[in-house]
C-alpha cells in the first residue's frame, strides 16, 4: 500500500528529460493519485523572464501521456498553497496528502515556509532525489552551441 492517498508536484516541464520522468516516477511510487502542474507560458515569462521553448499545450499533452500521471492541471500562477487547495481532486480525496519537489529545494527558505504552510492544510512536503546532470537549462546550451557551431 502506497504512504500517500494523493500526491502533487509542479513544473515546467519544458524540453521533458529523464529527470523530469524519474521526479514523476518517483512521486507516483508513493502515492496512488498523482496531480502534476504544469506551468503556463505566463507563468513562465514571469518569473523565469523567458518563453518555454514548448509551448504550454504541447508540455500538458505530454504529461498527460506519462503513464505515472493520474491528472494534469495548469499552474496559473506561484502561489502553491492557493493552487493545491483549490484543486477538485484535493477537496474531495480524504487521506494522506503530499507535495513533492526536487530534493534541490530541501532547505531553501521558500520550501522552509511552504513545509509550514503545507501542513497547516494537511500535506506533507517531500523532497525526491534530483537527477544530476540534466535540465532543461543544460539542455538548452547545449542545442544553442551545436546551432551556433553549424552557422559558423
Known amino acids: 500500500m502506497k504512504k ?22 518517483r512521486a507516483k511510487e508513493q502515492c496512488e493519485y498523482l496531480i502534476v502542474g504544469v506551468s503556463t507560458d505566463e507563468l513562465v515569462q514571469i518569473y523565469k523572464n523567458k518563453t518555454p521553448v514548448i509551448p504550454f499545450e504541447e508540455r500538458k499533452q505530454i504529461v498527460e501521456a506519462i503513464k505515472y500521471v493520474d491528472e494534469v492541471v495548469a499552474q496559473k500562477n506561484l502561489n502553491k498553497i492557493e493552487a493545491y487547495s483549490n484543486l477538485e481532486s484535493v477537496r474531495v480525496n480524504s487521506g494522506e496528502k503530499a507535495i513533492f519537489v526536487g530534493s534541490d529545494w530541501k532547505g531553501s527558505p521558500s520550501w ?34 551545436k546551432i551556433g557551431k553549424k552557422e559558423n
Not at 529527470?19 to 516516477?25: C, D, E, W
Not at 525526491?128 to 540534466?134: E, N
Request: hydrophobic residues 35%.
Open 4 to 25: 500517500y492517498k494523493l500526491g502533487y508536484t509542479t513544473g515546467v516541464y519544458d524540453l521533458f528529460h529523464i529527470g523530469h520522468l524519474n521526479l514523476l516516477r
Open 112 to 145: 522552509n515556509k511552504y513545509e509550514q504552510e503545507f501542513k497547516k492544510v494537511g500535506a506533507e512536503v517531500v523532497y525526491l532525489d534530483y537527477t544530476d546532470g540534466i535540465s532543461s537549462t543544460m539542455l538548452k546550451q547545449v542545442l544553442n552551441e
